[in-house]
């Protein structure tokens, strides 16, 4: 891209398949993705996207979107300090439009309402979309850094919860590492495994404030498997396309380490 062109983003990407563009500003982006196949592939597939989930659910009514999940203001308000906005920009749209189906599974724990378990794995679905098949940077800082503690210590620091990251040998998975992304309650955590097979699943994590334990919940969302709960100071979503047992399996085990 030359100086005397404008600079595409993925904030533009995402407006352009939104339809928020004025036409100079699409005629810019549609210049670009005619030069660059990868974002064009990227806009095709959310576009896609976006007809099925209209086929499926019907059109949302903009009307009805709270203020605080507008995309362009969210992307005015963190634009310029990630360019990973997008991740929460589209889970907003995802948390009106999926109808989850939920069950539940554990001891002793109590059920909580609906509205966080919706948001939380509306976000974590869309991120795993997101990163889990990346090859060149699927995550921010890899598992296998000069120091094995970094991670925890930075997602510690930057969702101020002490976190253990779980060790997931015992399941078949081996960590490959983690980034931080946006939230609408500020940070989130995703930590990213990975089988011999090369199947990922990913486990995303916000900070809580007024959280209790609760009971795991199972949603299912496409082709993906999720399942989310609420520890004393985070909340949890596990997503992935492994078979529910092995979803379940993995679920308590990060559970009872993270705790």
Not at 4 to 13: H, K
Not at 228 to 234: C, G, V
Request: aromatic share 6%.
């Amino acid at each position: 891209m030359t100086g005397s062109q404008p600079q595409i983003t993925e904030a533009d990407l995402i407006a352009y398949v939104d339809g928020r563009l004025d036409d100079q500003r699409r005629d810019a982006v549609a210049a670009h993705l005619a030069a660059n196949p990868s974002d064009a592939r990227k806009v095709d597939a959310w576009q896609k996207q976006n007809a099925a989930l209209a086929a499926l659910y019907g059109r949302i009514d903009e009307g009805a979107l709270p203020a605080n999940l507008d995309v362009i203001k969210m992307e005015r308000r963190v634009r310029s300090e990630r360019t990973h906005w997008r991740n929460l920009a589209a889970a907003s749209i995802l948390v009106l439009s999926f109808g989850l189906t939920a069950g539940w599974f554990g001891h002793g724990l109590v059920l909580r309402g609906g509205e966080e378990t919706r948001s939380i794995v509306a976000a974590a679905t869309q991120a795993h979309n997101v990163f889990a098949s990346e090859v060149l940077h699927p995550v921010e800082v890899r598992a296998d850094a000069e120091d094995p503690s970094h991670l925890q210590k930075w997602l510690s620091k930057r969702l101020d919860r002490k976190l253990n990251i779980p060790d997931l040998r015992r399941q078949g998975l081996q960590l490959v590492g983690g980034r931080v992304l946006p939230s609408a309650s500020g940070a989130a955590g995703q930590l990213m495994y990975e089988d011999a097979t090369g199947q990922r699943v990913t486990l995303y994590i916000v900070p809580a404030t007024d959280s209790e334990d609760t009971a795991m919940r199972r949603s299912n969302v496409g082709s993906l498997e999720a399942v989310s709960w609420d520890d004393e100071t985070i909340r949890c979503a596990l997503v992935g396309n492994l078979e529910p047992k092995r979803m379940d399996a993995i679920a308590k085990d990060m559970y009872q380490q993270l705790s």
